[in-house]
């Protein structure tokens, strides 16, 4: 699939898998007894779609499912800080146990916004699961709980992670080959 395009394999399928349910053990550790029983999961649509539902598949305990999309103003290629609501929450968060699903934090910006966002509406408790971080990247410290992985500053596709919509469906992450955005896809 995408022959060609893909300048090397990052993370493995079987790497991504190990570390889901690394990830699944820890939160079910952290949500056992005073704080159990009341899990909610937000995904970040798009890029999170793959993730979340591996983790909450691995998660030893019930979680409920909730997703958001938002979209920072300004380019594609760099985020501005500003977002906008695209699809907000179904319900209400308040006194629920929340933990944000992301596939990547990149500048951080666009989690730093979600995270102000959902604390305004009074969850009994917020944290951060990502299965990506990029520490070169980031503009703004965000605090996150739970990392998959640190990797380089480099454009990584797959897993649910897109470059102009494309190559989400990969089941590994990978770099692009710089072909692929210099060729004008
Ligand atoms: C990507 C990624 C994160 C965000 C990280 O989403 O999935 O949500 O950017 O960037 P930041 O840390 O610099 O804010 P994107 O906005 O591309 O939307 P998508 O998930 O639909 O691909
Ligand atoms: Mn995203
Ligand atoms: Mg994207």
């Given amino acids: 699939m995408y022959e060609g395009d893909i300048a090397s394999v990052l993370i493995t399928e079987q790497q991504i898998n190990d570390k889901v349910v ?3 053990k820890q939160v079910d550790e952290d949500y056992q007894g005073g704080r159990g029983g009341d899990l909610l999961l937000v995904g970040v649509l798009k ?3 793959m993730f979340m539902t591996d ?4 998660l030893p305990q019930p979680a409920q499912l909730e997703f958001m999309a938002v979209s920072s103003y300004g380019s594609s290629t760099s ?4 977002v906008r609501i695209l699809k907000d929450l179904d319900r209400d968060i308040a006194g629920r146990n929340v933990v944000i699903v992301e596939d990547i934090i990149d500048s951080g910006l666009t989690l730093s916004w979600l995270l102000k966002n959902l604390a305004s ?3 009994a408790s917020l944290e951060v699961c990502t299965l990506l971080r990029k520490p070169d990247a980031v503009q703004v410290d ?19 992670l897109d470059y102009a919509e494309r190559y989400r469906d990969l089941p ?3 770099t692009l080959d710089p072909k692929v955005y210099t060729s004008g896809a």
């Fill in 172 to 174: 590994y992450i990978g």
């Fill in 22 to 24: 690394e990830l699944a």
């Fill in 47 to 49: 890029g999170a779609v």
């Fill in 55 to 58: 983790f909450a598949r691995a």
């Fill in 142 to 160: 965000v605090p996150v709980r739970y990392v998959g992985f640190d990797i380089p500053n480099e454009f990584v596709v797959g897993y649910g």
């Fill in 121 to 123: 509406r009074n969850p």
């Fill in 79 to 82: 985020s501005s800080g500003v």
